[in-house]
């Protein structure tokens, strides 16, 4: 039986060495990125500026994209394209209101009002939920670089991801 995702439960909070280990899983699972230190944001302001950098920053999307699209094309052979965009609508309904209710729980556990940051946190949900999804429908195992990105989400964390040479977990 899987266990409901924990949306943004653990942000906040200090990384612990069990996701330390997953965080450097999925930078390993990402053999484009190289070796890279892994740390929280210091503040939300931190947050609020990865947030708007990563906007202005196509160089990671454009990796993650590249591996969208090879997926993609994979799921494709396997469903056809008219499944696989059901079955991607049908998770992205799933979710969307879990995740949104669990960003509007994380703010107010944490004093936040920034409307743009809790949109940009639903959104990251439903991104990684998306990308997990055409990664298990291509066939790719819990290994794969967007499954293990998922996860993180699943388990209570945001991961921010690329930002000052960091891979920034909240």
Do not use: C
């Amino acid at each position: 039986m899987t266990r409901s995702p924990r949306w943004f439960a653990r942000v906040g909070e200090p990384l612990a060495s069990s996701e330390l280990i997953d965080i450097t899983a999925l930078l390993d699972s990402a053999s484009r990125m190289g070796r890279i230190e892994i740390a929280p944001a210091e503040s939300w302001i931190d947050v609020a500026r990865i947030v708007q950098a990563q906007q202005d920053d196509a160089i990671v999307w454009d990796l993650e994209e590249d591996e969208r699209a090879r997926l993609w094309m994979l799921a494709t052979e396997r469903f056809g394209e008219d499944e696989l965009m059901a079955k991607l609508a049908t998770i992205a309904s799933a979710i969307a209101l879990s995740a949104r209710n669990a960003a509007t729980d994380m703010a107010n556990r944490s004093g936040l009002s920034d409307l743009a940051l809790l949109r940009a946190a639903t959104a990251g949900v439903l991104l990684a939920a998306h990308q997990n999804a055409v990664a298990s429908l291509a066939g790719e195992t819990q290994a794969h670089y967007f499954r293990r990105k998922f996860a993180l989400y699943a388990s209570g964390r945001w991961p921010l991801g690329l930002w000052g040479g960091r891979y920034i977990v909240v």
